[in-house]
């Protein structure tokens, strides 16, 4: 007669299947981050936000959000850098003709 399975072999099957599918599919691993900037290294992020403004389940308002920010890499050293920012946000209601009115500028903190 046949010998069951031992149940900690069972439970450790799946495991293992699991891991070496991992390791053989790319993108189903973990990806690696790493600081690349170098001191005087300057870059500049943008997005858009689109938002609708919904009251008592009527739409109220349309805008279009965009934020802009500036960096500059002051210091780099061993995976960490000291950066400088301007923030800039600016609005449009897309109800109304024109273009973007910016409504905030700041400086980084710090």
């Given amino acids: 007669m046949r010998k069951p399975p031992n149940p900690r072999l069972r439970a450790f099957l ?3 299947f699991l891991a070496a599918l991992a390791m053989a599919t790319p993108g189903l691993s973990g990806e ?3 600081y690349k900037h170098a001191a005087g290294d300057r870059y ?10 919904y009251i008592n389940r009527r739409l109220s308002l349309r805008s279009e959000i965009l934020n802009r920010i500036a960096v500059e ?6 995976g960490t850098g000291r950066h400088r920012a301007v923030f800039q946000t600016a609005e ?7 273009g973007f009115r910016i409504y905030l500028r700041y400086r980084q903190k710090g």
């Fill in 73 to 78: 890499v002051l210091a780099a050293r061993g």
């Fill in 92 to 98: 449009r209601a897309l109800r109304a003709e024109g």
């Fill in 44 to 53: 500049r992020i943008l997005s858009t936000v689109h938002e609708d403004v």
């Fill in 14 to 16: 799946p495991t293992l």
């Fill in 32 to 34: 690696e981050f790493a």
